[in-house]
C-alpha cells in the first residue's frame, strides 16, 4: 500500500523526501534565530532581539509552507527534529555574521533543490521553490544591509546602541 500511495503523489519522491529535509533546516534555523534573540535580549540589545524573534517566526513560516505543501500533494510531512543550537556568542557582530552564514547555507539548500526538480521534471516543486529562491535572496540582503552597519557605527558603547536601533528599520524597508 506505501509504493500505491507514493505512486500518485504530485509531486516526485526524491523531491518530497529532500523536502522534509528542507523542513528540518527551517527548523533549526527557527531555533537558532530564538537562541540569538535571546542572547540580544540578555545584552538590553532590542532592536536586535526583537529582529531575531521576527526572523524565528519567518523561518517556522517557511517550515511549516513546506510541510503543507507536502501534505498537500500527497506527501508525507515529517515533523522535524532540531539539534543543539548555539547559545553563547561573543559579540552581537558575530551573531549577524552566523545569521548569514545560515541564511547562505538555505540558500544553497533551495538552489539544490530547485536543480533538483529540474533534473527529474518535477514542475510544481520547483514552481512552489520559486517563492523561496526570492525569499532568501532577500534575507541575505537584510542580513549583509546589518553587517554594513558594523563598519558605518562600530561595535562600542554609543555605536552599538544607535546600531541596535536602527536594525528594525532594516526589515521595513523594501530590497
Not at 66 to 77: C, E, M, S, W, Y
Request: proline share 2%; with cysteine.
Amino acid at each position: 500500500m506505501k509504493d500505491l500511495v507514493r505512486q500518485k503523489l504530485s509531486i516526485h519522491v526524491d523531491i518530497m523526501d529532500l523536502l522534509n529535509k528542507q523542513i528540518q533546516k527551517e527548523a533549526q534555523s527557527s531555533a537558532s534565530y530564538l537562541a540569538m534573540a535571546s542572547w540580544c535580549d540578555h545584552n538590553a540589545l532590542t532592536g536586535s532581539a526583537e529582529f531575531f524573534y521576527e526572523q524565528a517566526t519567518e523561518e517556522r513560516e517557511h517550515m511549516m509552507k513546506i510541510f503543507r505543501f507536502i501534505n498537500d500533494n500527497g506527501g508525507t510531512a515529517f515533523s522535524p527534529q532540531t539539534k543543539e543550537v548555539q547559545h553563547d556568542f561573543g559579540s552581537l557582530e558575530e551573531i549577524y555574521e552566523t545569521a548569514l552564514d545560515q541564511e547562505i547555507e538555505i540558500t544553497e539548500s533551495i538552489h539544490n533543490l530547485v536543480q533538483k526538480c529540474r533534473k527529474v521534471n518535477d514542475l510544481t516543486s520547483e514552481n512552489f521553490l520559486q517563492w523561496f529562491v526570492n525569499e532568501q535572496m532577500e534575507e541575505e540582503q537584510m542580513i549583509r544591509r546589518a553587517l554594513e552597519l558594523f563598519d558605518l557605527l562600530g561595535t562600542d558603547g554609543i555605536g552599538l546602541k544607535l546600531l541596535d536601533e536602527r536594525i528594525p528599520e532594516i526589515r521595513k524597508k523594501p530590497l
